[in-house]
T-cell receptor
Framework: AQSVAQPEDQVNVAEGNPLTVKCTYSVSGNPYLFWYVQYPNRGLQFLLKYITGDNLVKGSYGFEAEFNKSQTSFHLKKPSALVSDSALYFCAVRDWGTGRRALTFGSGTRLQVQP | GAGVSQSPRYKVTKRGQDVALRCDPISGHVSLYWYRQALGQGPEFLTYFNYEAQQDKSGLPNDRFSAERPEGSISTLTIQRTEQRDSAMYRC??????????????FGPGTRLTVL
């Protein structure tokens, strides 16, 4: 079975400060990992993914994420937060060893960036 | 280019009625997925198609739920004899085909279903 945990319901950060949104995962094999962002009344937008290779993955809008196999984590980061980054963020995992295509999502973390 | 579209965007129905939710994937995307998202939760997988073939329906909660994609493009998710617990956001996603299955999924805006 595959699962994702996002331990923080909400993260508050001041504009211009670095931000981190945490994600840990559990799979029986090897993971494909994804981050999505959801703005109000809109669908989920893809931010970035880890498949293989470099542990630091760069994505859209200046976001990056670091894959840590020993800690089974894939935290989302940005060096300098913008007010417009305020949204709901979802981490998702797929165990590529199982052959299943379904993504398992975390419960989401609401990011609030204060001006 | 056009993204994934879903219709209707909002659907209110009475308990016991059947509903059909439509998904039009990105042109050329081979794989199509249905998810359900309850308020305050992440999306939960329902079913998945490769072309017209339903490859995985393990997430469908019971036999009132069914899906089809007869021509390998547009898909319909049907819920028969709706119940109040079926109220949720239903999201469709599509992705390119890849042997390893590592392509990201692109999501539509969703259909908000309310069962009274």
């Amino acid at each position: 079975a595959q699962s994702v945990a996002q331990p923080e319901d909400q993260v508050n950060v001041a504009e211009g400060n670095p931000l981190t949104v945490k994600c840990t995962y559990s799979v029986s094999g090897n993971p494909y990992l994804f981050w999505y962002v959801q703005y109000p009344n809109r669908g989920l937008q893809f931010l970035l993914k880890y498949i293989t290779g470099d542990n630091l993955v760069k994505g859209s809008y200046g976001f990056e994420a670091e894959f840590n196999k020993s800690q089974t984590s894939f935290h989302l980061k940005k060096p300098s937060a913008l007010v417009s980054d305020s949204a709901l963020y979802f981490c998702a995992v797929r165990d590529w060893g199982t052959g299943r295509r379904a993504l398992t999502f975390g419960s989401g973390t609401r990011l609030q960036v204060q001006p | 280019g056009a993204g994934v579209s879903q219709s209707p965007r909002y659907k209110v129905t009475k308990r016991g009625q059947d509903v059909a939710l439509r998904c039009d994937p990105i042109s050329g995307h081979v794989s199509l997925y249905w998810y359900r998202q309850a308020l305050g939760q992440g999306p939960e997988f329902l079913t998945y198609f490769n072309y017209e073939a339903q490859q995985d329906k393990s997430g469908l909660p019971n036999d009132r739920f069914s899906a089809e994609r007869p021509e390998g493009s547009i898909s319909t998710l049907t819920i028969q004899r709706t119940e109040q617990r079926d109220s949720a956001m239903y999201r469709c996603a599509s992705s390119k085909q890849h042997a390893g299955g590592n392509n990201e999924q692109f999501f539509g805006p969703g259909t908000r279903l309310t069962v009274l």
